[in-house]
């Protein structure tokens, strides 16, 4: 297959239709893979696949993510701008994707080196090689997250409406999602096999279409550690909402840059841990529809991973 050139020019390209939701029947997402089940019966299932991504920023390498391969130049723009390698201001001139060596390169007008950074990366707790460098808390200090109200029936709307969305994560499992929302509205649903690749795929579409975050609410499948706190501080999303659960770690840095963290989100349940007097409860959880039972045990797996 040939290298794919992707050209962006300076002024902002233009916002795709929303929602972006998942495409599980996407070419090279998945692949049919023959075995046996308990009793040794043949069975086949789909499973995930998993390719590395090679990302540069202007002639430097940065890093190599294990990724599904879609959304490449909104994992790359994520990832550098959670990095902090890409500032506010940086112009991206163009996005070379090379799909035959799995490689991505980033340009910006800016010129750029950061050797000491790279040096100092550090491997966290997160799934798939989640990745964060020596100086991770840079910028959150005097970070403080505009104290938007959160309506509980916005909360079981949004977990209703992701639960049901056709997604990889329904089709094939061993995989994570991250979900952009505003009030009870879904506007982008990413996956990957890491939930840190998924939160940096939001955070590279929000980059590059312009899209604050003051006004959103970011939902995950995946364990509210203090890197997912993080990143979503410095994309300035200030609720957090997942169906796993907390680190003690977590929830400190929530509560310092006054980010609503909610967790355990299954049913009509869920733990308020940071935030509790930004929560407007207008829903009865009484009235709230049981969960489906494959979407609680899928989610028992996930916190486990």
Not at 108 to 131: F, I
Not at 159 to 181: D, E, F, K, M, W
Not at 256 to 277: K, N
Request: proline fraction near 6%; glycine fraction near 8%.
């Amino acid at each position: 297959m040939p290298a794919q050139t992707e050209r962006q020019s300076p002024s902002m390209p233009p916002m795709p239709s929303l929602p972006i939701l998942p495409d599980p029947q996407a070419r090279r997402l998945t692949r049919a893979v023959r075995g046996t089940d308990q009793s040794g019966a043949e069975i086949e299932i789909d499973v995930v696949e998993e390719r590395p991504l090679t990302i540069f920023l202007n002639a430097q390498e940065i890093v190599t993510a294990m990724t599904i391969g879609d959304y490449p130049d909104y994992l790359a723009l994520g990832f550098l701008r959670n990095q902090r390698m890409l500032r506010d201001d940086d112009v991206v001139t163009a996005i070379d994707h090379d799909e035959e060596i799995d490689t991505i390169v980033v340009r910006t007008l800016r010129q750029t080196s950061y050797e000491e950074k790279v040096r100092k990366k550090t491997r966290t707790s997160g799934c798939a090689v989640g990745t964060v460098f020596g100086d991770m808390m840079e910028g959150l200090e005097g970070l403080r997250l505009p104290p938007a109200k959160l309506r509980t029936s916005w909360l079981y709307s949004l977990a209703r409406q992701i639960n049901t969305t056709p997604s990889l994560y329904l089709t094939a499992g061993a995989i994570h999602g991250t979900v952009l929302c505003q009030r009870d509205k879904v506007l982008v649903y990413m996956e990957d096999v890491g939930r840190h690749n998924a939160v940096d795929k939001i955070a590279g579409f929000m980059f590059r279409h312009g899209v604050p975050g003051s006004d959103k609410i970011l939902y995950t499948t995946g364990r509210l550690t203090s890197e997912m706190v993080i990143k979503c501080a410095q994309m300035g999303i200030p609720v957090l909402a997942s169906r796993s659960g907390f680190t003690a770690w977590g929830v400190e840095i929530a509560r310092q840059v006054g980010l609503t963290l909610i967790g355990r989100l299954r049913g009509h349940r869920f733990v308020c841990l940071s935030g509790e007097e930004r929560l407007i409860r207008d829903a009865d959880p009484a009235s709230v529809p049981a969960e489906d039972p494959r979407h609680r045990r899928k989610g028992a797996k996930d916190e486990q991973a």
